[in-house]
RNA sequence: GCCGGAGUGGCGGAAUUGGUGAUACGCGCGGCACUCAAAAUGCCGUGUCCUUCGGGACAUGUGGGUUCGACUCCCACCUCCGGCACCA
């Protein structure tokens, strides 16, 4: 058996379609050429004829292999790339490296293996897996995050926003985890416990640095209206997360101490039923209150065990209130009345001032602490037309309700009632419209070892001193252990740290904390422009020309934070005068999540799927070509090895296909005459443009890859039917090599090796180098139709008509079907309806 | 709880503005050809039920509605997925 086989696989392996052989010889000839290499402005071949466009992937951080989200991220961008170029634009489709990381500072911890080591490797099989997988990008661009030339930029930045007031240090609550006696970032918190050790999270208070992206809230919501395409929802989730709310300050004061306390609220209108008044557990003046009350040491207890409470318990959502009384009153600024104030963990310190007024009729929360503490519940407003439940608070607030119980504001309608109050405490300095935000400054610094460090030093005569620019990059030392010890592993880094002031030159400390990676990947966009200036982050002109992304490609999972830090990036590079736009990424594609089995692949559940294996196995083309053929790219899609086949197959069909057509045929390389056409020649050139016009609307702006592909398999599908019929005749040779070549040339941006080899092989030249095809109108139009005759709505009969057919003559069509008399004779015809091209409608009664 | 998105064959999915047989294309399944045989390849068939084989009835989560006509629009409900969640 073995030596039959064997005899004959040199013959089979000729007749065979080996994507193997096929993607290593284009990778080769794209990598000689410097195929995808575009030069900016000024260089001697950049081509200023063309359009510019900037296709651009989320950088990946490179950990382990790529998976199946990668490939399909970079798939459907490279499919975008490969159309916008043969569509005639000056297209930039660069990638780096988001190398900074946690994952291998921990590695380190366990291996003691230098993370910039490991995070070499994996970059480099990052790099091994794209070259394989064909991706048309510009590696002349490529940059890490890692490499002291680009964080050199990321301190650059840092020192101008610090400039600018928009960096600063201030001493602020933090997640620490008290096993690995370290900070931890965010991300780290899973559900309140620490991801690595799992023990619960505490909070601590450090000296931290901030960006004030808050003082861009109000533009990071306008600026929304300067996006071409985003999808919905991640704009909705950007706005619920900047959290803007519209309302009040109101002042209210303590007489005992002779304190104001400042409250917002976005119901000024119930000012009149606020029964009693809270502060948060961490609120400064909350001790100063009890003290000397009976209060105090309840008081002081409760502070202390909230403090011990994490911030997820606190905010579980069936967790009865808590809260004790402050021993102390208020007054309410509207009518004078003195209601008891309480310290309670329901009330947040890090929102609004901290304290707030409770209306317990007309807030959920409020109502839920007056009837634990058994407060009175006073109702201020009510619907003009009823009554209202008394076991639940009435939280509506709309035209169609009165003020009641609210002095000489009775009977306004809740919206006048905001206006009005609003106005009357401004009148009496007892307050002032206000808009608040949930969104906070971006806390930046980590106490870690694997990112950029932050560029100033502590002095201890001139304090805080920013590293003057022409000293960066402050390099990140190696170190011996990356064991977290409280502070920064950086700390121990003694000859390091130990520096002197560049303003007196006295004896001076680094800061040891490093920059949140969110940062280098929030400019990485325009490093790509310009990636080995080294008198500067960008070049003006490169910026202005490339800029902005015309259209970015990513997971979901980055819809709020990355996204939203770019843009505040971009924003205040533009204030400050490095940039001209204001958004970065004009359109937005999100990707969705590629399952198996129904379930998100993980590595503890064993259902992940590596491309790596199906690359080998069916080639890059195949892979790819699958993933996009799966579904539209915006939604998740489950994986199937089976349909991996199926694509497989198809693709094989096609090159067997050429194969033959280029054998049989002779080298017709310009589209035939379509007038000199008959028969099927007609057909399958006419087909041939379908297609073209099919791919090309699906791709863009519909990104139905899967849509698209399907109309290149429908056409080979046709060529496979027609083509014996065809061979021989010189139009038919024409039509049949027409159409195959045009497969290739639809196929090219999903599978780019097949369609260059298919292409060359029938055409002569290179895909990549022509324009992309374009549908002949006339050839789309067809002599006749199938007619649709419904009566009464169902379908009766379909009778071919000319397309010229006046409405007329297609009744009279229909009238005369058999099948319809049957369904309208002895009946009286009291509607009929045509739509030209379509359909004839009878309505009997 | 609030805000999004989605429910179509055995499966992934298609139907682009209410108008060409709902289910393109692919998978799976069945059959045929080639072959000693298998694989590979090519071709044909494939929503469900009924059928006198002409065709007929029913089908897009459920129930209503608008319309000559609804997968598509409206109302109510069910299920699933994603995000946010004591934000005053």
């Known amino acids: 058996m073995e ?6 696989a040199p013959d089979e392996a000729a007749e065979r379609y080996d994507p193997r052989e096929i993607e290593r010889r284009w990778q080769r000839i794209w990598e000689a050429e410097s195929t995808w290499v575009v030069p900016n402005p000024g260089a001697p071949e950049f081509d200023e004829s063309k359009p510019k466009n900037y296709v651009l992937e989320m950088l990946p951080y490179p950990s382990g292999e790529p998976h199946v989200g ?10 975008i ?5 043969r569509r005639g634009y000056n297209v930039i489709h660069p990638m780096g490296y988001d190398a900074f990381g946690l994952p291998a500072e921990n590695n380190a911890i366990g291996t003691g293996q230098h993370p910039r080591e490991a995070t070499e490797q994996s970059i480099a099989s990052f790099k091994e897996q794209f070259m394989r997988w064909g991706i048309s990008l510009d590696w002349t661009r490529e940059i890490s995050s890692h490499e002291p030339s680009y964080y050199r930029w990321t301190q650059w930045i840092f020192l101008k926003l610090h400039e600018h007031g928009l960096a600063y240090r201030e001493e602020a609550p933090v997640q620490w985890c008290p096993v690995d006696a370290t900070v931890l970032a965010n991300e780290q918190v899973i559900d309140g416990h620490c991801e690595r050790c799992g023990s619960l999270v505490e909070q601590r208070k450090l000296e ?9 809230a109000d533009r990071l919501l306008e600026d929304f209206g300067l996006l071409e395409s985003w999808p919905e929802h991640v704009v909705t989730m950007q706005r619920n997360w900047i959290g803007r709310s519209e309302g009040a300050e109101v002042v209210f004061h303590q007489d005992d101490l002779d304190l104001d306390f400042n409250v917002f609220t976005t119901r000024p209108d119930t000012l009149f039923g606020a029964t009693f008044f809270v502060l948060a557990p961490e609120h400064p003046d909350v001790e100063g209150l009890a003290a000397g009350t009976e209060q105090e040491q309840a008081v002081r207890d409760y502070v202390n ?3 011990r409470t994490s911030t997820e318990d606190r905010a579980s959502e069936d967790r009865q209130k808590t809260g004790v009384p402050l021993g102390r009153s208020i007054t309410n600024p509207v009518n004078g009345e003195r209601i008891p104030m309480f310290v309670a963990d329901y009330v947040l310190m890090e929102y609004g001032t901290g304290a707030i007024m409770a209306v317990p009729a007309h ?16 109702q201020v407003v009510k619907p003009a037309d009823g009554e209202v439940n008394p076991d639940e608070p009435y939280v509506a607030h709309t035209d169609d309700e009165v003020l009641v119980n609210s002095g000489e504001f009775d009977g306004l309608s809740s919206p006048e009632a905001i206006e009005r109050i609003t106005s009357w405490l401004r009148d009496k300095d007892l307050g002032e419209p206000a808009v608040n935000y949930r969104l906070r400054d971006w806390l930046v610094s980590r106490q870690r070892y694997w990112g950029a460090p932050i560029p100033f030093v502590h002095c201890e005569k001139c304090r805080l001193v920013p590293v003057p620019e022409d000293q960066l990059p402050v390099l990140l030392p190696d ?9 920064s592993p950086l700390a121990a880094a003694t000859d390091w740290v130990n520096t002197e002031c560049p303003k007196c030159g006295g004896p001076a400390k680094r800061e040891t904390d490093t920059m949140d990676t969110f940062v280098d990947s929030s400019w990485y966009f325009l490093r790509y422009l310009d990636p080995r200036n080294e008198d500067a982050p960008w070049g003006p002109d490169a910026a202005d020309y490339w800029m902005p992304v015309d259209q970015y490609i990513g997971g979901v999972e980055h819809a709020i934070l990355h996204l939203m830090y770019a843009r505040f990036f971009c924003k205040a590079l533009s204030d400050i005068g490095y940039l001209d736009v204001q958004e970065p990424f004009i359109n937005l594609f999100a990707q969705g999540m590629i399952t198996r089995d129904g379930a998100k692949m993980s590595k503890s559940r064993g259902n992940t799927v590596s491309p790596a294996e199906f690359v080998d196995r069916f080639g890059a083309d195949t892979t790819r070509t699958y993933i996009c053929f799966m579904g539209p790219p915006v939604k998740g899609g489950d994986w199937n090895d089976q349909g991996v086949e199926g694509v497989y197959h198809f693709l094989s069909r096609l090159w067997r296909v050429s194969r033959e057509v280029d054998a049989r045929t002779d080298g017709a390389a310009e589209p035939p005459e379509s007038a000199e056409l008959g028969g099927d020649a007609r057909e399958l050139y006419a087909k041939a443009h379908w297609a073209i016009d099919k791919v090309t609307r699906d791709i863009e702006p519909r990104f139905h890859f899967n849509t698209a592909i399907a109309a290149v398999m429908e056409l080979v599908n046709d060529i496979y039917k027609r083509k014996d019929g065809l061979y021989g005749d010189p139009a038919g040779d024409a039509a049949v090599r027409f159409a195959t070549a045009t497969a290739a040339e639809l196929i090219f941006p999903f599978a780019p090796h097949l369609g260059s080899d298919v292409f060359e092989l029938l055409h002569g030249e290179r895909v990549w180098e022509r324009q992309w095809p374009e549908a002949d109108p006339a050839l ?21 008509a000319d397309s010229g057919a006046s409405d007329e003559e297609l009744l009279e069509l229909a009238r005369a079907s058999e099948k319809v008399r049957a369904h309208v004779d002895g009946k009286q015809v009291v509607k009929e309806i045509v739509v030209p091209g379509k359909l004839v409608n009878l309505v009997v009664r």
């Open 81 to 85: 790339a490969h159309f916008r170029r």
């Open 479 to 487: 170190i011996e252990d990356y064991a977290p010890k409280g502070q």
């Open 3 to 8: 030596a039959e086989t064997d005899r004959t």
């Open 363 to 378: 807030d959920e929360r409020d109502f839920a602490f007056a009837k634990a503490f058994d407060l009175p519940i006073r």
């Open 70 to 79: 990668h490939l399909k991220c970079y798939s459907v961008g490279d499919a």
């Open 780 to 800: 789309l139009r067809r002599d006749t139709f199938p007619l649709v005759v419904q009566v009464n709505g169902k379908l009766r009969d379909r009778i071919d």
């Open 208 to 216: 931290q640095w901030f960006f004030r992206i808050t003082d861009y």
């Open 305 to 307: 065990e909230s403090a």
